[in-house]
């Protein structure tokens, strides 16, 4: 048996084979030695020189026997072997398997990471987006108003120039003596003749009227932008829904003003809790889209509801419509059928992320040619996406 075979023998039954093979091989020596020993002494005796042959038969038999039992053992010990180097190959594979899984696991985390990151930057780009383009309008409201109420302040410059003047006109009449009354007065009559008094005093009054609403205006502007951005934090709050969607109509006044007549038909519906900034971003970039969607004048309708804790905002335009092969793909980021510089195609992804965030859902339903209609249904009081992590 070589060393190695030796190795991997069950050792209980090579130790005890061996013992039983030299025991064997004593007492035939012992019984070979007593006959010799017997013969020399004695003379020949033949039963016990037949004994002692059949006895030597019998140890030979066995001695067979017990070299056919070593013989299956080695085979036993080889298949043993031959399935331990198998079973070495197959852990060896496995272990390279593992190694390639781990490899895969770190490579999905760093891919998770940097679409985190990616998801992030897309956000920020689109918040800053959405920032420029309310920055765009509010500054088109506001010079509106400014522009006038800087024109009337010009003009009512002007014309208080000319009553400064008549009242000196009036001053020096007063002074003079009698002789001079006429001359004044003929003085006077044709002074206010030439600034046509009448129209002054009248102008004057819708003057500072007018810029008295067009200051109300900008105050009213700057109100709705504040409460637009209520934005700052991500707390959630409870808000006047209603009070959400007008002040994000107020700021996109200009825009939709051009494109639409705005019906709102709004119901009772308890506050909500949310982040309105949030909230208020997904109303103006449906709004937007609905006013993108109308080429001449259309109407853009809002009606509100609430049903079972669920308040549902749907905001329909009777616009161009969505082809049917787009509508699976507009919630997807990047996807627009706007052209190179005018829609980034993140409007409507981002609003998914924001309504799916507050646990509700975003629907939409359109037909080419009529409109589109989409529907923001949000639990009343918070329930987080369970999807999220
Ligand atoms: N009311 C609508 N009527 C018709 N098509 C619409 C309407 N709203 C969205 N769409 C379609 O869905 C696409 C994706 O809209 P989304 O708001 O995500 O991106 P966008 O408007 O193209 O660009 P962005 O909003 O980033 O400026 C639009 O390009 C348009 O084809
Ligand atoms: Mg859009």
Redesign the pocket.
Known sequence: MNEQSEAILPSQQVIALQAETSRLNKMVKALMNRAERAMSAQGSEFGLFQATIMLENQVRERTHALEAALEDIKKMARALRGAQSQMQMEIEERKQVNEALEQEKEDQRILIQKLEETQNQLLQS?KL?SIGQLAAGVAHEINNPIGFVNSNLGTLRNYVGKLMELIDIYESANICDRNEETYHKSRIDEFRKNIDIDFLRADINSLIDESIDGTARVKRIVHDLRDFSRIGGVDRVYVDIHEGIDSTLNILGNELKHKAVVIREYGAIPQVECVPSQINQVFM??L???A??ITSQGEITIHSDCNDGWVTIAIS?N????DPK?LSK?FDPF????PVG????????ISYGIVKNHGGKLDVK?EVGKG?T?TICLPLRRRDDPSRD
């Open positions: 689109e987006a970039n449906i937007i889209n609905a993108q969607a335009d616009g161009k419509g969505i787009n507009i996807f627009t059928t706007k005018e829609g980034t195609g993140l409007g409507l992804s359109s589109t989409f």
